[in-house]
């Protein structure tokens, strides 16, 4: 059997060395050894044959093929060589066939392939991307259409309670005949519902805040007047709206019970952020606003 060493052998196939390996590995073709010098790592002219055909190159004859052992035979059998292969490429030219053998349509193909599954994997990613901002944005939209539910819940009840002595008197000339003003008694379940419900100080339409008391309505405070920090003085929790944002403040106890000091809590998220108010008399709206707009800026951290 006619062996070759790897490098006559990536001369007859006229590409570099290293294509030769990588087509070998590709191929799984096994290595002999040279049958007078066991260093050198040679083919058979059968495995030179396959390779060229696998990669569309000039199938080389065993009359064009360079004999095993270099030396006097090797100048024997050189004019034998056909006129398109040259018996000896230098760096250059063994650079510049290696470069071309990678422009073959096989490897072209692929390449461009290639080309396109990175170019879809990139589209891929960002479309998740976008698809997990939207679904963000749309429960933010969901969590503010809930809370203005329930805040739109608690204005009817504070109207019924401002409307609440008209009712009363109408009830009573109703049932009675009478034109005096009679207090109704309320059923349970409305003194534990406005039992649940917490004073609202809101930032109305007008561009004014308005204070809203479960039992007694809207009430008619000037914000950080005395009237305004004596009623506050008077709760334990209230329900802020402001234009910075919102908040539910409680005033904070100890185990002697309730003290000056209050704090704001939010829920976002199913997380919960506090912040400290201060004391009551420091309870202004410019304070509130303040808090509000902190507690807000958590939001941003969920966009």
């Not at 203005?148 to 000339?173: D, F, K, N």
């Not at 004014?208 to 008619?220: D, K, N, S």
Request: charged content about 20%; hydrophobic content about 35%; overall charge neutral.
């Amino acid at each position: 059997m006619t062996t070759f060493p790897l490098t006559e052998c990536a001369t007859m196939l006229a590409i570099d060395p290293k294509t030769l390996r990588q087509w070998l590995r590709q191929a799984n073709l096994p290595l002999l050894v040279h049958p007078t010098d066991a260093r050198l790592k040679c083919l058979s002219l059968e495995h030179v044959q396959q390779l060229a055909t696998l990669h569309d190159r000039p199938v080389p004859s065993p009359v064009s093929a360079l004999p095993a052992r270099p030396g006097a035979a090797a100048a024997q059998l050189q004019p034998q060589l056909p006129t398109h292969v040259e018996p000896v490429c230098d760096a250059a030219q063994l650079k510049t066939v290696s470069t071309s053998s990678s422009t073959f349509p096989g490897e072209a193909a692929l390449i461009e392939q290639l080309a396109h599954l990175e170019t879809h994997v990139t589209t891929m990613q960002q479309q998740l991307t976008q698809l997990a901002l939207e679904l963000l944005q749309e429960r933010e939209l969901r969590y503010e259409q809930r809370l203005h539910t329930l805040e739109a819940l608690i204005h009817p009840l504070a109207r019924q309670a401002a409307l609440s002595p008209a009712l009363q008197t109408m009830e009573g000339q109703f049932q009675h005949g009478e034109r005096d003003r009679t207090e109704r008694r309320l059923h349970p379940a409305e003194l534990r519902a406005r039992s649940r419900v917490i004073p609202l100080i809101e930032y109305g339409a007008r561009g004014t805040y308005v204070v809203i008391c479960p039992q007694e309505g809207e009430l008619h405070l000037t914000p950080d007047s005395p009237e305004w920090f004596d009623w506050l003085a008077t709760l334990s929790s209230f329900r802020f709206v402001g234009q910075q944002g919102r908040f539910t403040a409680y005033r904070e106890h100890k185990h002697r019970g309730p003290t000056r000091s209050w704090r704001a809590d939010r829920s976002i998220h199913g997380r919960n952020y506090k912040h400290s108010l201060g004391v009551t008399d420091h309870l202004s709206i410019n304070r509130l606003e303040q808090v509000a707009a902190i507690l807000q800026s958590h939001l941003a951290s969920f966009s």
